[in-house]
């Protein structure tokens, strides 16, 4: 595996996201592409990570040794085009994307982004729950 893509957002699920993608990278020396944007680009949006989350993200990844491009666009499409741009600007051999709990009637949906990077990925994509 060479290039995993994470849909990364400041919350229990992104980390989650971001904690999965480390283990795998680890395993095949894997590179990794963090995509983050708030949705239409706003960096005001909760989704949007701050600069001192985005810093110590890839500080982390950093002293991990992992391989790694940070991609924060400010001037977003939605936060999916954004992923599976990426994914096929990198020609991505898998994407990450972190999953949250959901009410009954919320589980019929995964929720819009979630649910486009899953149904038009051209690569497998593995959707991780947060730890309880």
Do not use: T
């Amino acid at each position: 595996m060479e290039h995993i893509v994470v849909g990364y957002v400041p919350s229990p699920e992104g980390v989650a996201a971001v904690d999965y993608a480390i283990k795998v990278a680890r395993r095949g020396e894997s590179r990794l592409v963090i995509v983050n944007s708030g949705v239409r680009g706003s960096d005001a949006h909760p989704a949007f990570a701050s600069a001192s989350e985005w810093d110590a993200l890839a500080e982390q990844l950093r002293e991990l040794g992992i391989e790694h491009e940070m991609r924060q666009p400010s001037s977003a499409q939605s936060p999916a085009d954004e992923i599976l741009a990426a994914a096929a600007a990198v020609d991505a051999d898998m994407i990450v994307i972190g999953l949250r709990r959901r009410s009954p009637v919320g589980k019929l949906f995964l929720g819009s982004s979630s649910q486009q990077v899953i149904l038009e990925a051209e690569c497998p994509v593995v959707a991780v729950k947060r730890p309880e």
